[in-house]
């Protein structure tokens, strides 16, 4: 598997924000949204065995698989070699492909806004995350299920348009109080 890296922080968005977690960072995506942060072009080819070495180097019970994009990569053994090492998972994913049956907590945020053939598959979502840039509706998603919603605001690197979009995701919450505001809270702390 190539993972573009393993590291130890804490949950800066969602439902868990604050939590203590080990991220593990898959190299690779099925799309190119024009907000990625993550480089597709490094990262290190490593076995199952590795990735759950290097995840129990940190005291953390919490696991974040995230990307790129996880589900193209991740497997039902992986998830369960992290569970038999008392893992909880978690896995961020943009919902273009299956999941492996056995996670324990499964992160939609949908960027079918954003990239044309990207429609998420329905099913059944712990938390539905959706990036808010001020231009695309969220209603769309009113059809998926979801025990959790969030608005993210999108950060587009301009201070002034930041806080546009916050403005506009707020009043977007107090007028659908179904969701809630996700902050990239890491970014605020200067932490990863």
Not at 13 to 31: A, D, K
Not at 154 to 181: S, V
Request: net charge negative.
């Amino acid at each position: 598997m190539r993972i573009n890296e393993i590291f130890y922080s804490l949950q800066g968005e969602g439902f868990f924000t604050g939590t203590p977690s080990v991220f593990v960072r898959f190299s690779g995506c099925n799309l190119k949204c024009p907000f990625c942060d993550t480089n597709h072009l490094q990262g290190m080819e490593m076995d199952e065995a590795s990735i759950v070495e290097a995840v129990c180097q940190y005291p953390a019970k919490h696991v974040v698989i995230t990307g790129g994009e996880p589900s193209l990569f991740l497997t039902e053994s992986l998830v369960e070699l992290l569970h038999y090492n008392g893992k909880f998972v978690c896995v961020e994913t943009n919902g273009t492909h299956p999941l492996p049956k056995n996670i324990d907590w499964a992160t939609l945020s949908p960027k079918d806004a954003f990239v044309a053939h990207a429609e998420p598959l329905s099913g059944h979502y712990d938390e539905l995350k959706v990036v808010f840039d001020g231009e695309h509706k969220i209603e769309d998603y009113s059809q998926l299920m979801a025990d959790h919603r969030f608005v993210q605001p999108c950060d587009t690197g301009d201070p002034n348009k930041n806080l546009e979009i916050l403005t506009q995701a707020i009043d977007f919450i107090k007028q659908h109080p179904e969701w809630r505001l996700s902050l990239q809270t890491h970014k605020f702390l200067g932490i990863r």
